[in-house]
């Protein structure tokens, strides 16, 4: 997948003013778009009038999309044609997200959503196409004793019911399988 943004102004040098800088990440895109692979053709979807700024992440879903930005995790749901359906908050300071084709939305955090009030402080999340949490990471891993999230580095989704996990703190590998501790 490559992800464009259509309608913004260049991006300001790195030696540029802060005030520059921030000024250009407040503005939104006319349009983000979408150019994939399905099976042997290559398609393009637009996404008109997407919030997303900055900083944002892109996942297939079985019947559409979810486009998310990092600081805030609001995400919008958009249909295969590229028309919004519904947005959610997937809490901020996000790492990584990954959908299943099934429909569930991994999400991990870096420090600043784990050492936050919303729902980062969990380090690892996984929601349903809707927003609902189904998972959260500190509530799994506490009576397993395994240790707590302080940044997520890496996170795969391997199937619909096996997702690996890897942190710090001491950097455990931690596999779980149909929401059950596998490894």
Request: net charge negative; hydrophobic share 40%; with cysteine.
């Amino acid at each position: 997948m490559l992800l464009l943004q259509e309608g913004k102004p260049a991006e300001p040098p790195t030696d540029a003013p802060v005030e520059a800088q921030l000024a250009w990440r407040s503005i939104p895109p006319k349009a983000h778009q979408v150019v994939y692979r399905d099976g042997k053709s290559q398609r393009t979807v637009s996404f008109a009038k997407s919030e997303c700024r900055s900083s944002f992440y892109l996942q297939r879903l079985a019947d559409g999309w979810i486009l998310c930005e990092a600081r805030g995790g609001c995400a919008v749901i958009y249909n295969a044609q590229g028309k919004a359906l519904g947005t959610l908050d997937l809490g901020d300071a996000i790492k990584d997200v990954l959908a299943t084709a099934g429909g569930k939305i991994w999400v991990s955090y870096f420090d600043e959503g784990v050492y936050g009030r919303g729902t980062g402080n969990q380090g690892a999340v996984c929601f349903d196409s809707s927003g609902r949490v189904i998972l959260k990471y500190f509530e799994f891993a506490e009576p397993l004793g395994l240790p707590f999230v302080d940044d997520c580095y890496a996170i795969n989704v391997v199937s619909e019911d096996e997702v690996w996990l890897s942190y710090y703190s001491d950097f455990p590998l931690v596999g779980i399988r149909a929401f059950k501790l596998h490894q």
